[in-house]
């Protein structure tokens, strides 16, 4: 499977709820990172967390990595209907400068 | 400070044709990636430049090209265009590791 893989999900959910998305990836990275993307637009820079890092939090924002599991969760908490959107991981294996996205999940958060 | 600026945002063009797209990045950023996603394939790399060369290239056909200019602008442009390319082509820049900024993308429709 493509490195950068999140577990293909649809969430929907209630506004004031909290969405959790996850990913996993195969090889060594350098930092993994999560992007949010509107409608098939461009995507916007949620937050990085590099290899040596297990926790990183920014707002509502809840990023952890487990190298020895080679997976990270992303959890938004007490999402707003602005939150609907499709979340990317993208990995950087660091020194090629190119990022291997997942599939993306699909957040709907409903008023 | 400004985006990452695309131009044009949309485009259709018939099979056989040539495209070209163009990015600017933001001001400073010396490296410029660019993407292509569609439904099927998700988010792959095309290639990515840093002081006018190109230092790394996804798998993609040599119909699909590159170039970046001396005050960091990059342009790709696909040649003989296939149906298959139709997607949102996405240019990316960033100055360390730190993580990319995503322009708004160019759709391009093959019909």
């Known amino acids: 499977s493509q490195q950068g893989e999140e577990d293909p999900q649809a969430l929907s959910i209630q506004e004031g709820e909290n969405a959790t998305m996850n990913c996993s990836y195969k090889?060594?990275?350098?930092?993994l990172q999560w992007y949010r993307q509107n409608s098939g637009r461009g995507l916007v820079h949620l937050i990085l967390?590099?290899?040596?890092?297990r926790e990183k939090h920014s707002g509502r924002l809840r990023v952890t990595l487990d190298t020895s599991k080679k997976s990270s969760s992303l959890l938004i908490t007490a999402s707003r209907a602005a939150d609907t959107a499709s979340y990317f991981c993208?990995?950087?294996?660091?020194?090629?400068?190119?990022?291997?996205f997942g599939k993306g999940n699909q957040v709907v958060v409903i008023p | 400070k400004a985006g990452v600026t695309q131009t044009p945002r949309y485009l259709i063009k018939t099979r056989g044709q040539q495209v070209t797209l163009s990015c600017s990045p933001i001001?400073?950023?010396?490296?410029v990636s660019w993407y292509q996603q569609t439904p099927g394939q998700g988010l792959q790399f095309l290639f990515e430049?840093?002081?006018?060369?190109?230092?790394n290239k996804g798998n993609f056909p040599g119909r699909f090209s590159g170039r970046q200019f001396s005050n960091s602008r990059s342009e790709m442009n696909v040649s003989t265009l296939e149906l298959g390319d139709s997607a949102l082509y996405l240019c990316?820049?960033?100055?360390?590791?730190?993580?990319?900024?995503f322009g708004s993308g160019t759709r391009l429709t093959v019909v």
């Open positions: 990316a820049s960033s100055s360390s590791d730190y993580g990319y900024t």
């Open positions: 090889t060594s990275i350098n930092n």
């Open positions: 967390i590099r290899s040596n890092e």
């Open positions: 993208a990995t950087d294996a660091g020194g090629n400068n190119r990022l291997a």
């Open positions: 001001s400073g950023h010396r490296s």
């Open positions: 430049y840093f002081s006018e060369t190109q230092r």
